[in-house]
């Protein structure tokens, strides 16, 4: 990890690079940034922390020129800049890696590095800049092949020499590692410590993880509903007191504390969990991990295959999952765990292989067949596969049972409003009206709009897949409660993760997923970080 | 495009036609103290040609009258019979129709709207006569018969044998045409081809030329623009071969670029200009059809530019032949033009 | 008359058939690639047509003719690119708007106006033209149609070669991503469509002073919707672009040419072809086929 | 998943920008505003070609609306317009932009020809056979695009577009054919590209009689339709469905719709539509009551306009085309006081300039000055690979 290279760092000495200085930003109503002052020293790490929708990505938007600031300065090396459009931005070597539309799938890597900058291509010269880049910071990419067949973390990849070719000065990265594994994550970090120290450059790294930002970064600043609330040296302050400033209240870092990677592996995992558990399953009467039973799993994953474009997936994947228990999936990103979602939302049909709920087999072609079976899902990505953005809160809880709320055959919109005024109390969404559009609620009340559905179909089996990603400490306090809460009700819980902490503090079985193969299974208290770690190789054990 | 492509020159002739009324108060048929006469026409109304002299004729008589000519020119089709209630809405006393294809306006001279007016209509075989209705009459077939023969004696003189047509669209009236081309030629030159090109759109002047072009290059010494918007640009590519040229309606004679050698005159303009002469003294009756017989009216001739006093003289005896009916111009058509 | 006599005269008259297409194909290619399915490249040729002979006979110079042809065509593009990447009105509705307002306006124009012919030199290229067979197709015409062999390569190192082109291309592919790194989304399609204005300009002037040489009412007759069945019977690539226009300008003359030479077919199906082709293609070489991903969608920031 | 949705991205996207915006009072204005500038330009250029303005915009208003004669033909020509812009309605919200209307009214108003000059049918029952024949086939007809999407992935904006000139070829061919619906010859005389004048049980029937206003069925018949599509997009769960699949594909799919079926057939839908507007107009007084190759008139671009206009909001579409209607029949009526018809078609061409634009502009707008770029860049977690792939 990069405990080593969390060395001293006499940051007060370092003049700031950048200063930002009371900036103000509307989205009419909204206000996403409220004057908010950042400075930002070269040869520091600046860690940026909030909720979701504290305002993090509008700052980072404006420094870049993407977005007009309603008011405030911004101070460039001491000098006021209008940063009108990313041009400038660039100009002033401020660079980002974002997380969203900023890579062209059909062209080349080497084409895609070199956009946005000015004079004539030379593309030999480019591809060796890619090369060289790629050489310094370990970032190995080959410059002629198209990004669209590159994977994530490849594409990451060509982010970061994007923007280290034009040698920023200062270097943003907005939640550079919700899609990188925590080997690939530490390597990241290794890079930006060495840009920091070895060339005189600044980085402004956004993260929900606080583990992230306390080995990672210098300094560090929390953003609350686009205020700054606290701004500290790493050092000087606690994971709990980050959390407590982000969300504005005291966190309970048990079990949500893993999720953000406080859990320190191995040695108080599983005792850590343990101590977790009694308090997070209040009924007693059910036991979280039935040892032994007779009735058929809920969910029954039988030789399982499935290919996208040729490449075989899902490679006979078989599963159990009995009632009240949560089996967690653990495995890096990219082994399959999408597509599983995407089967188990209806989306994928398999090429060979069962999806059994209750011992029957349910037949995927038939479109919404694993719902009406008993199945509820939250699914990986919400924007895409959750719900719909641009319909109406009312709406995306009724998508799924549109029978409850419609008459004889017109839809009923009284029922619909009585069925979301319901799950928005008990599922306590935060929304204007039940008209709002989903797309202007803060992505965890989106997240709960999505369980809420689920939930409300009482399924027998639950599916989470990376349930907490991109979600805020309170945010996820919540969902693990009501993750804990449905497996105590009887409900087969599946959590599909790539966070290891979460995994060991919610499952009772954790099984492991590599290349699209189940590589192993075993109860949460045998799981050890060597253990799963060979797994997760693709080591059967 | 918003204009109908298939608009294009359609002559016309023969048959039918009993007593008819009189409008009372001709010319000012709707007794508003003014005459206005309204002209309908499906095609370019500026085209140099068949759709522009109806027009014109219409425009210089009215004038010499001190009356108003109301003009729309590409009418679509399918708009005929909105285009004449509108006119009638506007209160005029004639409606006259530029072209037999919007005869589909026709039935609105029934319609109460239109009951003060009077309607005038060039005629094809496919119009019957109604009442409220003069229809005005020619034979095509009779025209292109002895335009073709009039290109015989000029290729004769010439001592050339191939002769070409090219037209719009493969349409029923320019095949026929086509046919009566043909025959006309071979009434002179018995073992003579005709080639026929059909480039698909009166107005596409640069596939008109290629046509053209295509037919020289195959050694045609004569060629038929039978066309609209491109006749001039197809006719000045026959000039570059100095190819026999016709025109296509009207007397161009005078024309220097494009160049023509003979003048095919089916004008419906003069035609127009006689019935609105009755029509000033208030006796254009309406419910009869008024037929133009080549060789017996002024209209429609033919007219070899500058041709030798012979030339001239046989032309004539064909039309004076056509016009006593000595010569079946159907019978002509029928054993030459296939 | 010798059959290779009928080669050639059908390939000249299919190249000549074929130019105004393959100008204009370049603009429309360009455009496309920049995301704007453009079909106001009708209006641009046909306006171009009209204000070439207007000037050519103002002047007495086909040349200029040429020249303001080009110029009206690049207005027309301005027009359009404001309207549609500016104030972001839909681009087919522009189109549809512009192709319906030059078309009155150039018919309108001619009937208050009396324009005599004028037509560009014809040149040949000493020796070549006297290959057997293409040398009259291939080295003699009108001058401006030598132009063609500047523009084609001009137009493929825009897009592959040039910076610009690679921000069109980029700016096609997913505008989100273009906007993000830096590029001027709207500006680029506005140049693009100002680029496909001159060139279907060139295609409208010269098909007026180049072919034909004066003007009729609506004389394009449809030449620029060809041009787009070109463009996606081209798969979107320059090359098969222009082949595209070559086929259907030879389709044409053959059309013309055969009955002289005695054959007949049906012209309705002749008339047809071109989009039959396109769309055929479209249908069979899905795979290779893929439009720019962002085409014809507007642009907005923001909008994911 | 992109073969497994309805919409391609394309269709989406430009419909996301007509999404219904702000129709407040302000967009009103804006439009009163254009719509002056339009009428000005015009009335200049009226003016510079000697004619009068006033006079012609007298007439404008004259022949649409100033009696009820001149409302009859204003409403013959909304019924088409109507239909067409309602089909694009149901297209657009399951996510296609279908440009292909034009082309689909011809081969509604080919087949309502076939049935009514081939079919003996006694009585008014032909009517009804023709309407469903003519649906069925410029259905089946916009089918083949969803097909083609579905299978081949061939972008629908193209394909609709291509198909339009098919459209317009093969009516052209049916009409010059003698064997197929040519008209057929009397006597020895020549015959024109049109079939015959369909037989009177297949002509839409008229309430009121000249100079009083005059309804026909065709009226009657599309604003029944704009009721039924209203109703249906907004609370059934079949249009709830379709919002689905038009605004989230891969979400509708996972919510158990059929997302390719659905989207394909709400396309058909809108090409059946469009084939009925075909069958109004032939069947109703504003045409000639035979086929012929212009009989589609351009009602198809300009139904398409309507809904562009109307933001694909079916009852809006209701007044937009009356608006469109009243353009027509003003036109029309404009060319025959001697205004050049070339310059009505151009005034025309502004004034629909004017109404589509404002609600765009002030959209614009709002969102340049507000800074809401409409749609909130948050970060969901990233499609990985093998999903997207
Ligand atoms: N384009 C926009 N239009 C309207 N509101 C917006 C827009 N972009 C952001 N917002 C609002 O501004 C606030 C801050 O958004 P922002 O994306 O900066 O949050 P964030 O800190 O990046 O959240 P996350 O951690 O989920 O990325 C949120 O309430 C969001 O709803
Ligand atoms: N020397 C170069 N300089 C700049 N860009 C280049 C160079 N060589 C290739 N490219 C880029 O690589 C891509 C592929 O180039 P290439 O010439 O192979 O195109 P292609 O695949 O042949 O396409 P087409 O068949 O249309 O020519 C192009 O987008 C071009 O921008
Ligand atoms: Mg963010
Ligand atoms: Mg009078």
Same mark, same amino acid.
């Given at each position: 990890?990069?405990?080593?290279?969390?060395?001293?760092?006499?940051?007060?000495?370092?003049?700031?690079?950048?200063?930002?200085?009371?900036?103000?930003?509307?989205?009419?109503?909204?206000?996403?940034?409220?004057? +908010?002052?950042?400075?930002?020293?070269?040869?520091?790490?600046?860690?940026?922390?909030?909720?979701?929708?504290?305002?993090?990505?509008?700052?980072?938007?404006?420094?870049?020129?993407?977005?007009?600031?309603?008011?405030?300065?911004?101070?460039?090396?001491?000098?006021?800049?209008?940063?009108?459009?990313?041009?400038?931005?660039?100009?002033?070597?401020?660079?980002?890696?974002?997380?969203?539309?900023?890579?062209?799938?059909?062209?080349?890597?080497?084409?895609?590095?070199?956009?946005?900058? $000015?004079?004539?291509?030379?593309?030999?010269?480019?591809?060796?800049?890619?090369?060289?880049?790629?050489?310094?910071?370990?970032?190995?990419?080959?410059?002629?092949?198209?990004?669209?067949?590159?994977?994530?973390?490849?594409?990451?990849?060509?982010?970061?020499?994007?923007?280290?070719?034009?040698?920023?000065?200062?270097?943003?990265?907005?939640?550079?590692?919700?899609?990188?594994?925590?080997?690939?994550?530490?390597?990241?970090?290794?890079?930006?410590?060495?840009?920091?120290?070895?060339?005189?450059?600044?980085?402004?790294?956004?993260?929900?993880?606080?583990?992230?930002?306390?080995?990672?970064?210098?300094?560090?600043?929390?953003?609350?509903?686009?205020?700054?609330?606290?701004?500290?040296?790493?050092?000087?302050?606690?994971?709990?007191?980050?959390?407590?400033?982000?969300?504005?209240?005291?966190?309970?870092?048990?079990?949500?504390?893993?999720?953000?990677?406080?859990?320190?592996?191995?040695?108080?995992?599983?005792?850590?969990?343990?101590?977790?558990?009694?308090?997070?399953?209040?009924?007693?009467?059910?036991?979280?991990?039935?040892?032994?039973?007779?009735?058929?799993?809920?969910?029954?994953?039988?030789?399982?295959?499935?290919?996208?474009?040729?490449?075989?997936?899902?490679?006979?994947?078989?599963?159990? +999952?009995?009632?009240?228990?949560?089996?967690?999936?653990?495995?890096?990103?990219?082994?399959?765990?999408?597509?599983?979602?995407?089967?188990?939302?209806?989306?994928?049909?398999?090429?060979?292989?069962?999806?059994?709920?209750?011992?029957?087999?349910?037949?995927?072609?038939?479109?919404?067949?694993?719902?009406?079976?008993?199945?509820?899902?939250?699914?990986?990505?919400?924007?895409?596969?959750?719900?719909?953005?641009?319909?109406? +809160?009312?709406?995306?809880?009724?998508?799924?049972?549109?029978?409850?709320?419609?008459?004889?055959?017109?839809? $009923?919109?009284?029922?619909?409003?009585?069925?979301?005024?319901?799950?928005?109390?008990?599922?306590?969404?935060?929304?204007?009206?039940?008209?709002?559009?989903?797309? $202007?609620?803060?992505?965890?009340?989106?997240?709960?709009?999505?369980?809420?559905?689920?939930?409300?179909?009482?399924?027998?089996?639950?599916?989470?897949?990376?349930?907490?990603?991109?979600?805020?400490?309170?945010?996820?306090?919540?969902?693990?409660?009501?993750?804990?809460?449905?497996?105590?009700?009887?409900?087969?819980?599946?959590?599909?993760?790539?966070?290891?902490?979460?995994?060991?503090?919610?499952?009772?079985?954790?099984?492991?997923?590599?290349?699209?193969?189940?590589?192993?299974?075993?109860?949460?208290?045998?799981?050890?970080?060597?253990?799963?770690?060979?797994?997760?190789?693709?080591?059967?054990? | 495009?918003?204009?109908?492509?298939?608009?294009?020159?359609?002559?016309?002739?023969?048959?039918?036609?009993? *007593?008819?009324?009189?409008?009372?108060?001709?010319?000012?048929?709707?007794?508003?103290? %003014?005459?206005?006469?309204?002209?309908?026409?499906?095609?370019?109304?500026?085209?140099?040609?068949?759709?522009?002299?109806?027009?014109?004729?219409?425009?210089?008589?009215?004038?010499?009258?001190?009356?108003?000519?109301? @003009?729309?020119?590409?009418?679509?089709?399918?708009?005929?019979?909105?285009?004449?209630?509108?006119?009638?809405?506007?209160?005029?006393?004639?409606?006259?129709?530029?072209?037999?294809?919007?005869?589909? *306006?026709?039935? *609105?001279?029934?319609?109460?709207?239109?009951? %003060?007016?009077?309607?005038?209509?060039?005629?094809?075989?496919?119009?019957?006569?109604?009442? %409220?209705?003069?229809?005005?009459?020619?034979?095509?077939?009779?025209?292109?018969?002895?335009?073709?023969?009039?290109?015989?004696?000029?290729?004769?003189?010439?001592?050339?044998?191939?002769?070409?047509?090219?037209?719009?669209?493969? *349409?029923?009236?320019?095949?026929?045409?086509?046919?009566?081309? @043909?025959?006309?030629?071979?009434?002179?030159?018995?073992?003579?081809?005709?080639?026929?090109?059909?480039?698909?759109?009166?107005?596409?002047?640069? @596939?008109? %030329?290629?046509?053209?072009?295509?037919?020289?290059?195959?050694?045609?010494?004569?060629?038929?623009?039978?066309?609209?918007?491109?006749?001039?640009?197809?006719?000045?590519?026959?000039?570059?071969?100095?190819?026999?040229?016709?025109?296509?309606?009207?007397?161009?004679?005078?024309?220097?670029?494009?160049?023509?050698?003979?003048?095919?005159?089916?004008?419906?303009?003069?035609?127009?200009?006689?019935?609105?002469?009755?029509?000033?003294?208030?006796?254009?009756?309406?419910?009869?059809?008024?037929?133009?017989?080549?060789?017996?009216?002024?209209?429609?001739?033919?007219?070899?530019?500058?041709?030798?006093?012979?030339?001239?003289?046989?032309?004539?005896?064909?039309?004076?032949?056509?016009?006593?009916?000595?010569?079946?111009?159907?019978?002509?058509?029928?054993?030459?033009?296939? | 008359?010798?059959?290779?006599?009928?080669?050639?005269?059908?390939?000249?008259?299919?190249?000549?058939?074929?130019?105004?297409?393959?100008?204009?194909?370049?603009?429309?290619?360009?455009?496309?690639?920049?995301?704007?399915?453009?079909?106001?490249?009708?209006?641009?040729?046909?306006?171009?047509?009209?204000?070439?002979?207007?000037?050519?006979?103002?002047?007495?110079?086909?040349?200029?003719?040429?020249?303001?042809?080009?110029?009206?065509?690049?207005?027309?593009?301005?027009?359009?690119?404001?309207?549609?990447?500016?104030?972001?009105?839909?681009?087919?509705?522009?189109?549809?708007?512009?192709?319906?307002?030059?078309?009155?306006?150039?018919?309108?124009?001619?009937?208050?106006?009396?324009?005599?012919?004028?037509?560009?030199?014809?040149?040949?290229?000493?020796?070549?033209?006297?290959? =057997?067979?293409?040398?009259?197709?291939?080295?003699?015409?009108?001058? =401006?149609?030598?132009?063609?062999?500047?523009?084609?390569?001009?137009?493929?190192?825009?897009?592959?070669?040039?910076?610009?082109?690679?921000?069109?291309?980029?700016?096609?592919?997913?505008?989100?991503?273009?906007?993000?790194?830096?590029?001027?989304?709207?500006?680029?399609?506005?140049?693009?469509?100002?680029?496909?204005?001159?060139?279907?300009?060139?295609?409208?002037?010269?098909?007026?002073?180049?072919?034909?040489?004066?003007?009729?009412?609506?004389?394009?007759?449809?030449?620029?919707?060809?041009?787009?069945?070109?463009?996606?019977?081209?798969?979107?690539?320059?090359?098969?672009?222009?082949?595209?226009?070559?086929?259907?300008?030879?389709?044409?003359?053959?059309?013309?040419?055969?009955?002289?030479?005695?054959?007949?077919?049906?012209?309705?199906?002749?008339?047809?072809? =071109?989009?039959?082709?396109?769309?055929?293609?479209?249908?069979?070489?899905?795979?290779?086929?893929?439009?720019?991903?962002?085409?014809?969608? =507007?642009?907005?920031?923001?909008?994911? | 998943?992109?073969?497994?949705?309805?919409?391609?991205?394309?269709?989406?996207?430009?419909?996301?920008?007509?999404?219904?915006?702000?129709?407040?009072?302000?967009?009103?204005?804006?439009?009163?505003?254009?719509?002056?500038?339009? /009428?000005?330009?015009?009335?200049?250029?009226?003016?510079?070609?000697?004619?009068?303005?006033?006079?012609?915009?007298?007439?404008?208003?004259?022949?649409?609306?100033?009696?009820?004669?001149?409302?009859?033909?204003?409403?013959?020509?909304?019924?088409? /317009?109507?239909?067409?812009?309602?089909?694009?309605?149901?297209?657009?919200?399951?996510?296609?932009?279908?440009?292909?209307?034009?082309?689909?009214?011809?081969?509604?108003?080919?087949?309502?020809?076939?049935?009514?000059?081939?079919?003996?049918?006694?009585?008014?029952?032909?009517?009804?056979?023709?309407?469903?024949?003519?649906?069925?086939?410029?259905?089946?007809?916009?089918?083949?695009?969803?097909?083609?999407?579905?299978?081949?992935?061939?972008?629908?904006?193209?394909?609709?577009?291509?198909?339009?000139?098919?459209?317009?070829?093969?009516?052209?061919?049916?009409?010059?054919?003698?064997?197929? /619906?040519?008209?057929?010859?009397?006597?020895?005389?020549?015959?024109?590209?049109?079939?015959?004048?369909?037989?009177?049980?297949?002509?839409?029937?008229?309430?009121?009689?000249?100079?009083?206003?005059?309804?026909?069925?065709?009226?009657?018949?599309?604003?029944?339709?704009?009721?039924?599509?209203?109703?249906?997009?907004?609370?059934?769960?079949?249009?709830?469905?379709?919002?689905?699949?038009?605004?989230?594909?891969?979400?509708?799919?996972?919510?158990?719709?059929?997302?390719?079926?659905?989207?394909?057939?709400?396309?058909?839908?809108?090409?059946?539509?469009?084939?009925?507007?075909?069958?109004?107009?032939?069947?109703?007084?504003?045409?000639?009551?035979?086929?012929?190759?212009?009989?589609?008139?351009?009602?198809?671009?300009?139904?398409?306009?309507?809904?562009?206009?109307?933001?694909?909001?079916?009852?809006?579409?209701?007044?937009?085309?009356?608006?469109?209607?009243?353009?027509?029949?003003?036109?029309?009526?404009?060319?025959?006081?001697?205004?050049?018809?070339?310059?009505?078609?151009?005034?025309?061409? /502004?004034?629909?300039?004017?109404?589509?634009?404002?609600?765009?502009?002030?959209?614009?707008?709002?969102?340049?000055?507000?800074?809401?770029?409409?749609?909130?860049?948050?970060?969901?977690?990233?499609?990985?690979?093998?999903?997207?792939?």
């Amino acid at each position: 990890m990069t405990l080593t290279e969390r060395t001293e760092q006499p940051a007060g000495t370092r003049r700031p690079a950048l200063r930002l200085r009371g900036i103000r930003k509307a989205y009419g109503p909204v206000v996403a940034c409220d004057a +908010v002052d950042l400075t930002v020293h070269t040869g520091e790490i600046h860690g940026l922390l909030g909720e979701n929708g504290a305002g993090k990505s509008t700052l980072m938007k404006i420094l870049l020129g993407l977005v007009p600031r309603d008011d405030g300065l911004i101070l460039h090396h001491g000098r006021p800049v209008a940063i009108a459009s990313p041009h400038e931005a660039m100009a002033l070597g401020l660079g980002m890696v974002h997380q969203h539309f900023s890579l062209i799938g059909p062209l080349t890597v080497w084409e895609n590095v070199i956009l946005g900058d $000015s004079g004539r291509i030379d593309r030999a010269e480019a591809c060796a800049q890619v090369e060289t880049i790629g050489k310094r910071y370990g970032l190995p990419v080959d410059p002629t092949t198209r990004v669209d067949r590159l994977s994530a973390g490849e594409r990451q990849r060509v982010e970061l020499i994007k923007c280290l070719r034009r040698d920023p000065s200062v270097l943003i990265l907005d939640e550079p590692t919700s899609v990188l594994t925590q080997a690939e994550s530490a390597e990241l970090f290794t890079v930006l410590r060495r840009l920091v120290q070895t060339e005189e450059r600044a980085v402004i790294l956004i993260s929900h993880k606080l583990a992230e930002i306390t080995t990672a970064t210098d300094r560090v600043t929390v953003l609350r509903r686009g205020r700054v609330v606290f701004e500290a040296r790493t050092r000087q302050t606690s994971p709990q007191e980050l959390a407590r400033q982000m969300v504005g209240r005291e966190v309970s870092l048990r079990a949500e504390g893993a999720a953000l990677g406080l859990g320190a592996l191995p040695v108080d995992g599983p005792e850590g969990t343990a101590a977790a558990e009694p308090a997070t399953a209040p009924d007693p009467a059910v036991p979280a991990t039935p040892t032994t039973t007779s009735e058929p799993a809920a969910l029954r994953l039988r030789d399982v295959t499935v290919t996208v474009g040729g490449i075989t997936v899902l490679d006979q994947l078989n599963l159990d +999952v009995r009632a009240g228990e949560i089996v967690g999936l653990y495995g890096v990103e990219g082994n399959g765990q999408a597509t599983l979602g995407d089967l188990l939302c209806g989306l994928v049909v398999p090429a060979a292989g069962t999806v059994e709920l209750a011992g029957a087999p349910v037949d995927l072609t038939r479109p919404g067949a694993l719902h009406r079976a008993g199945l509820g899902i939250v699914p990986e990505d919400r924007h895409r596969s959750g719900v719909v953005l641009d319909m109406s +809160v009312a709406e995306n809880l009724a998508m799924k049972s549109l029978g409850d709320v419609s008459g004889r055959m017109l839809l $009923s919109r009284r029922k619909m409003h009585a069925v979301a005024q319901r799950l928005a109390a008990e599922f306590n969404i935060v929304t204007p009206s039940m008209d709002t559009p989903v797309r $202007s609620l803060s992505g965890g009340n989106q997240q709960r709009v999505v369980l809420a559905r689920e939930m409300s179909a009482n399924p027998a089996v639950l599916v989470a897949a990376q349930p907490t990603r991109g979600l805020d400490v309170g945010a996820i306090e919540d969902m693990y409660q009501r993750l804990n809460r449905a497996a105590a009700d009887g409900v087969a819980v599946l959590l599909i993760s790539t966070e290891l902490e979460e995994v060991m503090a919610l499952a009772s079985r954790i099984a492991v997923i590599s290349a699209g193969r189940i590589t192993g299974v075993l109860p949460t208290r045998e799981a050890t970080a060597e253990r799963l770690g060979m797994l997760v190789g693709g080591v059967t054990g | 495009a918003s204009n109908d492509a298939t608009a294009t020159p359609q002559p016309s002739g023969s048959a039918g036609g009993s *007593a008819g009324t009189v409008p009372a108060g001709q010319p000012d048929v709707n007794g508003d103290g %003014k005459v206005v006469i309204g002209v309908l026409s499906p095609g370019d109304i500026n085209d140099k040609g068949y759709y522009q002299s109806f027009v014109d004729g219409a425009e210089a008589f009215a004038s010499s009258k001190g009356w108003t000519v109301i @003009k729309r020119g590409n009418v679509a089709v399918t708009d005929a019979l909105n285009a004449a209630r509108a006119l009638c809405q506007q209160k005029v006393d004639m409606v006259a129709l530029g072209a037999s294809e919007l005869k589909d *306006a026709i039935p *609105a001279s029934e319609e109460a709207v239109c009951a %003060k007016t009077a309607w005038y209509v060039p005629s094809s075989y496919n119009i019957e006569q109604t009442p %409220k209705i003069v229809l005005s009459k020619d034979d095509p077939n009779q025209s292109i018969l002895a335009a073709g023969y009039a290109t015989g004696l000029l290729m004769q003189a010439r001592g050339d044998t191939k002769a070409g047509f090219v037209t719009g669209a493969e *349409a029923d009236f320019s095949k026929a045409s086509a046919a009566a081309f @043909k025959a006309g030629i071979r009434m002179v030159l018995p073992n003579a081809t005709v080639v026929n090109t059909f480039t698909g759109d009166f107005n596409d002047s640069a @596939k008109a %030329k290629e046509a053209v072009q295509a037919q020289m290059s195959q050694g045609v010494k004569a060629v038929y623009p039978y066309l609209g918007g491109a006749t001039d640009a197809a006719t000045a590519q026959a000039n570059t071969g100095n190819l026999i040229t016709l025109t296509p309606g009207t007397d161009r004679c005078a024309s220097t670029s494009p160049k023509f050698d003979i003048s095919v005159i089916f004008d419906p303009g003069q035609y127009f200009a006689a019935a609105l002469q009755l029509f000033a003294d208030g006796k254009l009756t309406m419910g009869v059809a008024k037929e133009w017989q080549l060789g017996v009216d002024q209209y429609p001739t033919i007219k070899i530019c500058n041709g030798t006093a012979e030339q001239n003289a046989k032309l004539a005896t064909l039309m004076s032949d056509i016009g006593s009916k000595k010569v079946d111009v159907a019978a002509e058509v029928k054993r030459l033009g296939s | 008359m010798s059959m290779s006599d009928n080669i050639s005269t059908i390939l000249a008259s299919g190249i000549r058939l074929s130019l105004p297409l393959a100008f204009a194909a370049c603009g429309e290619y360009l455009a496309e690639r920049a995301g704007t399915l453009n079909i106001s490249i009708e209006g641009m040729m046909l306006g171009a047509a009209f204000a070439s002979i207007a000037t050519a006979s103002m002047t007495g110079s086909a040349s200029v003719g040429l020249l303001a042809g080009a110029v009206v065509g690049l207005l027309i593009g301005v027009v359009h690119g404001n309207l549609s990447h500016r104030i972001e009105i839909n681009t087919f509705v522009v189109g549809l708007v512009i192709n319906a307002l030059v078309l009155g306006l150039t018919s309108y124009l001619i009937t208050i106006s009396e324009f005599d012919t004028h037509q560009v030199a014809q040149v040949g290229i000493p020796v070549l033209r006297d290959i =057997p067979i293409v040398g009259e197709a291939l080295f003699v015409g009108r001058w =401006p149609a030598f132009l063609i062999l500047a523009i084609v390569p001009l137009t493929w190192w825009l897009v592959e070669r040039s910076r610009w082109g690679l921000e069109l291309r980029a700016v096609g592919e997913n505008a989100q991503a273009a906007d993000v790194t830096g590029i001027k989304v709207n500006k680029r399609r506005r140049q693009a469509l100002m680029w496909c204005g001159v060139l279907a300009g060139l295609g409208g002037a010269y098909l007026a002073v180049g072919e034909v040489g004066s003007f009729n009412q609506n004389m394009t007759a449809g030449r620029g919707y060809l041009v787009i069945a070109a463009v996606i019977f081209g798969a979107w690539r320059l090359k098969r672009t222009l082949v595209g226009c070559a086929l259907f300008g030879l389709a044409d003359a053959m059309r013309l040419a055969l009955p002289a030479l005695g054959v007949t077919l049906n012209s309705q199906l002749l008339i047809v072809a =071109p989009y039959l082709l396109a769309l055929l293609t479209m249908l069979l070489f899905a795979a290779q086929h893929r439009e720019p991903r962002s085409l014809g969608q =507007p642009f907005e920031r923001g909008t994911a | 998943m992109n073969g497994r949705q309805a919409a391609d991205g394309t269709g989406r996207r430009i419909l996301a920008r007509l999404a219904p915006g702000p129709a407040n009072w302000r967009v009103v204005g804006v439009t009163i505003l254009a719509v002056a500038a339009a /009428l000005g330009l015009s009335a200049l250029l009226i003016a510079v070609t000697g004619g009068s303005p006033v006079a012609s915009v007298q007439a404008l208003f004259q022949g649409s609306m100033a009696d009820p004669t001149a409302w009859s033909s204003t409403l013959l020509f909304t019924a088409p /317009l109507l239909l067409v812009a309602l089909g694009v309605c149901v297209s657009a919200r399951s996510g296609f932009f279908n440009l292909g209307q034009e082309g689909q009214v011809l081969i509604g108003a080919m087949a309502a020809t076939w049935v009514a000059l081939r079919l003996a049918i006694p009585g008014p029952v032909l009517l009804v056979v023709t309407f469903l024949v003519a649906a069925l086939a410029a259905g089946a007809w916009a089918g083949l695009s969803s097909l083609m999407y579905r299978f081949r992935g061939v972008n629908v904006v193209v394909s609709t577009m291509l198909m339009t000139f098919l459209a317009q070829q093969l009516v052209a061919y049916m009409v010059t054919t003698p064997w197929l /619906l040519q008209e057929s010859r009397i006597g020895t005389g020549t015959v024109s590209p049109q079939s015959n004048k369909v037989p009177a049980n297949a002509l839409l029937g008229s309430v009121g009689e000249y100079p009083n206003l005059q309804l026909n069925a065709g009226l009657l018949l599309a604003l029944a339709t704009a009721v039924a599509v209203a109703v249906v997009l907004t609370r059934t769960r079949w249009g709830f469905r379709l919002k689905m699949v038009g605004l989230n594909p891969v979400t509708a799919e996972s919510a158990g719709v059929r997302v390719a079926a659905l989207g394909g057939f709400a396309l058909a839908v809108s090409g059946a539509l469009a084939g009925l507007a075909g069958a109004v107009l032939l069947t109703s007084p504003v045409g000639t009551n035979r086929l012929q190759a212009g009989i589609s008139n351009n009602i198809g671009w300009d139904g398409l306009l309507v809904a562009l206009v109307a933001r694909n909001r079916p009852l809006v579409a209701i007044p937009v085309a009356v608006l469109f209607g009243v353009l027509r029949s003003g036109g029309g009526f404009l060319a025959a006081t001697g205004v050049p018809p070339f310059l009505v078609d151009v005034v025309k061409a /502004l004034l629909v300039l004017a109404f589509v634009a404002p609600p765009v502009v002030m959209n614009l707008i709002s969102r340049r000055s507000t800074g809401r770029a409409g749609r909130i860049v948050s970060t969901p977690a990233r499609v990985p690979e093998e999903a997207v792939a």
